[in-house]
């Protein structure tokens, strides 16, 4: 049997959704495949910095960061902490050599940005050609040295702008394979007969509203109760479904307030793919995987791209303009303004469209390059377009 090992970490919960997802698809497939999932930060635990000096792992802080907003000048911290990656090279290559020697493997995927020049090295060190495969979790990169390295790999992209930056940066032995968009958890594509208007009542919302979901990842963001006080201030007839999800501070402050639209406040939640048919449209942060699950409901979306944005989720503004499926603010102080507009005659029926036309079917297509890369004797070469079985396409360095 082969064992597929997948990298990640938690520093925003897009990693983990990523390899829990390959992990569970393969599962469900069953393929002939022992997947084991490896967690980046405890193997280099002990190289941790931030954590010596203040008990908090660095993607602890990351999240705390992303929960309270405070992320006005992050690209300065992004190139910060790349520089003491590279202060720690030498060490984490010692540390991950000495775990692949003690956890061998046939193929090894990433789904983190910024240790994949370490996590090569060390892994070619062990396992000489066996492939290594960096899956972009990004609609695109955010060079240099953020997802793609100039160094012989395979890439993985969910967008045409992504493809063209492995041919510019991933240089001529880098190869990348484009999929119909980011890795979604097998549930988005389950079938599912739930009756989105028995959903609503489950919540205690009304039947005959527009219904708004406001999410801003796994952490929550304080920026949610500035737009449910903006949409109950402007009258607007419509209601809210807030998903917090580890910000209890702010589900409780949301539910102490009565609020004149009707609102239902959650945490937590595995069950988004469920919760979003009850939705007409989106409200949250321009992340790659939560757009992406949006589009798969045909939800349209509106988020904000401002300097507080970070630096690997502002080309996911551009990504949404072009589609045409939501309108991207500065700030949510337009929010009032551009839910009317979704509220106009056949303005938010468009949208809908729009998103719905868009078929991400990424995490089956990347299944079936795995297995191609596993039954290779040496690395394929062919055309690769996304909504079909992905195959390994040379690039040319730009």
């Not at 790659?288 to 401002?306: H, K």
Request: net charge positive; charged share 20%.
């Amino acid at each position: 049997m082969k064992t597929i090992q997948i990298v990640f970490h938690d520093a925003g919960g897009g990693h983990r959704n990523a390899a829990l997802a390959l992990q569970k698809i393969i599962a469900e497939q069953q393929r002939p495949w022992n997947v084991q999932l490896v967690h980046m930060q405890e193997i280099l635990d002990d190289l941790d910095w931030f954590r010596q000096l203040t008990g908090i792992r660095t993607q602890e802080c990351y999240n705390n960061l992303l929960q309270n907003g405070w992320t006005l000048g992050s690209t300065w911290l992004l190139r910060l902490l790349q520089a003491t990656i590279r202060v720690y090279h030498r060490a984490a290559l010692k540390r991950l050599r000495a775990y692949w020697q003690q956890h061998p493997g046939d193929l090894l995927i990433s789904v983190v940005p910024h240790f994949n020049r370490v996590l090569r090295e060390s892994w070619r060190a062990v396992h000489g050609a066996k492939p290594f495969v960096t899956i972009l979790t990004d609609l695109a990169d955010f060079p240099p040295h953020f997802w793609i390295e100039r160094q012989e790999q395979h890439f993985v992209c969910g967008t045409d702008r992504a493809v063209e930056q492995v041919r510019q940066f991933g240089g001529e032995n880098a190869r990348v394979s484009r999929v119909s968009g980011m890795i979604l958890r097998p549930e988005f594509y389950a079938p599912d007969d739930s009756d989105p208007l028995a959903l609503r009542r489950e919540m205690g919302l009304r039947e005959d509203l527009p219904a708004g979901i406001v999410l801003f990842g796994g952490q929550g963001s304080k920026a949610m109760y500035e737009i449910t006080e903006r949409l109950d201030a402007a009258g607007l007839p419509i209601q809210l479904i807030l998903i917090c999800g580890k910000n209890a501070a702010l589900a409780a402050k949301l539910r102490a307030r009565s609020w004149r639209m009707p609102v239902h406040v959650m945490g937590f939640t595995t069950d988004v793919h469920r919760i979003m048919r009850a939705a007409d449209f989106f409200i949250g942060k321009p992340g790659p995987g939560s757009i992406s699950e949006a589009m798969t409901r045909g939800l349209p979306v509106i988020i904000a791209c401002n300097a507080w944005t970070l630096p690997q989720e502002r080309y996911n503004a551009e990504w949404v303009r072009e589609k045409r499926v939501g309108v991207v603010l500065k700030n949510f102080r337009g929010i009032a303004a551009t839910v009317a507009h979704f509220l106009e005659a056949g303005t938010l029926a468009q949208y809908r469209a729009n998103a719905r036309a868009l078929e991400n079917r990424a995490v089956f297509e990347i299944a079936d390059l795995l297995a191609q890369l596993l039954a290779a004797e040496g690395p394929a070469v062919a055309s690769s377009e996304p909504g079909n079985a992905p195959a390994v396409q040379a690039c040319a360095s730009a």
